[in-house]
């Protein structure tokens, strides 16, 4: 049986209240904060790679966006803007081609400016399938790049595609014309020195211990960043994690834990704060091509039995919004008619049951993150495994390294899995990558429905918010026909710092941002 170790729980408990003499070895009791202008962050996870064209490890995309750029950025406010760019795009009027003018003040880490040539070279090996990027699929309606002078470049779409310009901030990257060619992809991976424009240089990278970055002075942006140096700092466990902060041996941590979260940014010389996420989903990935998920009706059944209120509540303690579609309650696309359709009715999910292939109970193994990926789901599958248990379904709880969990999902191995899944926040996200044919988690669910295929392309094609809410809602309706993907609710983005940093803005995308953080 799995459990929530209790050692944690009291750490934590002795941290707050201030008895950390007798937890911590003396190094850290005696430790003194950073010096300088070093800027110290934590994740929770081990990143996978920095390239961002191949990123599965949302909480890990800080790394690529400390290296690289795009030409527009979906910014921490869930803001469209040029990066690279001098402004977002002029649009065809058949929506179909996009023409980009490029900053003339960019120059990459190696010192050599960045030209159309270079965007066009960082798309078409993107596009390559020979190079199996794992970001790839979201661009593969781009058809053509090309130069039209050295700081202006045109893309050519297939059919109208409007999400693509949100998807580059997070899983693209420009680099240098011929240096993918010239280093190789494991040298993008884990030491991409030289081959940036962000505000960070690469430096080293540690395994299982830390990367760090120099500051870029040849930055674009003048003025920034405000430190010399930035580590990112790998630590799992909760407990230690909160540790490195009270004792001044890191700046600011990601994944705070939710049970002490709102204590412990009260305490002497820390800080912290959250906001909702409108992409970050607490999914229940279900293999609708395995038994016992082969069943609408038992799906449905799954679905109907968790209590999603009170997992948000007492589980997650308001980090944590209910919703059993995929879309936020605050989003506005959400349909709560479908919603509803999907939402907690115990009695209903008996009947549902009852109706399915499996009425006398089933039993399936769920997947779930050995180490907190933007929450700990630990604790959610216990209680989704206690709720299960009363309409007679029996939950297996498997647990897995973060890099083996996400790539069952992606091969379709698994039964069942739950983990937050981070999207930048634009609605389509979540039901392309996890509904829709050849797509990086296909698999994860296996369905394919070619009317809500062609729902989804009609909202790629339309802009006008009034039509993109009534696709969008027939979109979750379809959702809650089939239930093909178990939804538990949207998190809030959630950091602590110490009180000494300046200008820390939590991001509504959950990466940390630490471009502008001063030290």
Known sequence: MLTVPTNRRAFLAAAAGGALGGLLPASLLHAQPNN??????????????????????????????????????YDVDGVLKPQLAKALPVISADKKTYTFELRDDVTFHNGKKMTAEDVKYSFDYLLDPANKAARRSLFTRITKVTVLDPLKVQFELSEPYGPWLYFLT????????????????????????????????????????????????TYWRKGLPHWDRLVVKM???????????????????????????SRLKTMPGITG???????????????????????????????????RKTIGEKVYYGLLDP???????????????????????????????AKSKYATGAEFDLSIQAEPYLLDTKDAAIFVQAQLAKIGIKVNLKVYEFSVLIQQAIRGEHQAALQVFMSPGEPSYIMQVCLTPEQVLSKS?????????????????????????????KLQML???????????YVHASNLWRQALQDVKVNQGLTIAPGEIKV
């Open 36 to 73: 300088g202008k070093t800027l110290t962050i934590v994740l929770p996870s081990n990143p996978i790679t920095i390239d961002p064209i191949n990123q599965l490890n949302h909480d890990a995309m800080v790394l690529g966006q400390t290296v690289f750029e795009n030409l527009v950025e």
């Open 170 to 217: 997070k899983y693209m990257g420009i680099y240098p014309a011929g240096s993918r060619k010239e280093h190789g992809d494991d040298y993008f991976k884990s030491k991409p020195a030289g081959v940036g424009t962000g505000f960070g240089v690469f430096e080293e990278w540690k395994p299982n211990d830390y990367i760090s970055f120099k500051k870029n002075p």
């Open 235 to 261: 630590i799992p466990e909760d407990a230690t994690r909160v540790a490195y902060l009270l004792t001044g041996q890191v700046d600011l941590i990601s994944a705070p834990p939710p049970r002490e979260f």
């Open 273 to 307: 704060a959250s906001r909702p996420t409108l992409g970050g989903a607490l999914l229940m990935y279900t293999n609708n091509l395995k038994a016992p998920f082969d069943d609408v009706n038992f799906r449905k059944a799954v679905s109907a039995a968790i209590d």
């Open 323 to 353: 919703s059993a579609v995929p879309a936020p309650a605050r989003g506005w696309w959400f349909n709560a008619e479908a919603d509803k359709e999907l939402g907690f009715d115990l009695d209903k999910a008996k009947a549902l049951l």
């Open 445 to 473: 669910t296996g369905y394919n429905n070619p009317e809500f295929n062609q729902t989804l392309a009609a909202a790629f094609a339309e802009t006008e918010e009034a039509k993109l809410k009534e696709l969008y809602g």
């Open 479 to 489: 959702a809650a026909r089939d239930a093909p993907i178990g939804v538990l609710g």
